[in-house]
């Protein structure tokens, strides 16, 4: 356990449905991170939030929406994805976003396929 | 490519052998950092090595940076059946973190 969690694990979608990945850190951290894995790719870093504040948009597509309520919490709300927007998809957190050291702390991931 | 880029892509060994994965890097860094996944889970955090250290180690880990060749190797020693997993290395500048493709790690019984 890394002190961060996400849900669910598995979310299988259509392509006109909508839902929202949920990510929470037990760690006192400051700053959340969603990253999206897909086979054969590096991880590409998708948004960066640094208390509450959203700091990076990596030209990610607004069929993703995230939102930060609070430093603890996390979400990617989905609408109208594409088959190619299956991948596994991880919140990290850290302290907080600086120059300088900045080790991450991954959750599990949710597996998300869209069909 | 700004990545870290992890060589070899897979990597076969037997229990008990060492394994060795590089990782070059085309820009400068603040720090450079190993992370392990297993089958579909999340990363795990294994070391960081800053830019003025060369060297770091961690239990069965040793990481090496060299910054003049803009390149770190991670050596895991006595390698066991439960290492068995994908290596990442990540250059951490400023507040990010960019990921290579990773080495698979394969290390038979």
């Known amino acids: 356990e890394t002190g961060v969690t996400q849900t669910p694990r598995h979310l299988v979608m259509g392509m006109t449905n909508k839902k929202s990945l949920k990510c929470e850190q037990h760690?006192?951290?400051?700053?959340m991170y969603w990253y999206k894995q897909s086979a054969k790719k590096p991880l590409e870093l998708m948004f960066v939030y640094n208390f509450k504040e959203q700091t990076e948009n990596n030209s990610v597509p607004s069929r993703f929406s995230p939102e930060c309520p609070n430093s603890s919490h996390l979400f990617l709300h989905l609408h109208t994805l594409q088959p190619e927007d299956s991948a596994l998809y991880l919140c990290?957190?850290?302290?907080?976003?600086?120059?300088?050291?900045?080790?991450?702390?991954f959750g599990p991931g949710t597996r998300l396929t869209v069909l | 490519s700004q990545q870290g880029e992890e060589d070899p892509q897979a990597l076969s060994i037997q229990e008990g052998e060492n394994a060795t994965m590089n990782c070059s890097y085309k820009?400068?860094?603040?720090?450079l950092q190993w992370y392990r996944q297993n089958s579909g889970r999340g990363l795990v955090h294994l070391i960081l090595?800053?830019?003025?250290?060369r060297e770091k180690h961690s239990g069965r880990l040793r990481v090496t940076l060299d910054t003049s060749k803009k390149s770190s190797s991670l050596l895991i020693t006595a390698s066991r059946a439960a290492d068995t997993a994908s290596y990442f290395c990540a250059r951490g500048s400023n507040y990010k973190l960019t990921f290579g493709k990773g080495t698979l790690l394969t290390v038979n019984p």
């Open positions: 090595i800053r830019s003025n250290e």
């Open positions: 990290a957190s850290s302290q907080q976003v600086a120059l300088g050291d900045n080790e991450q702390f």
């Open positions: 760690l006192g951290h400051n700053a």
């Open positions: 820009t400068s860094i603040n720090n």
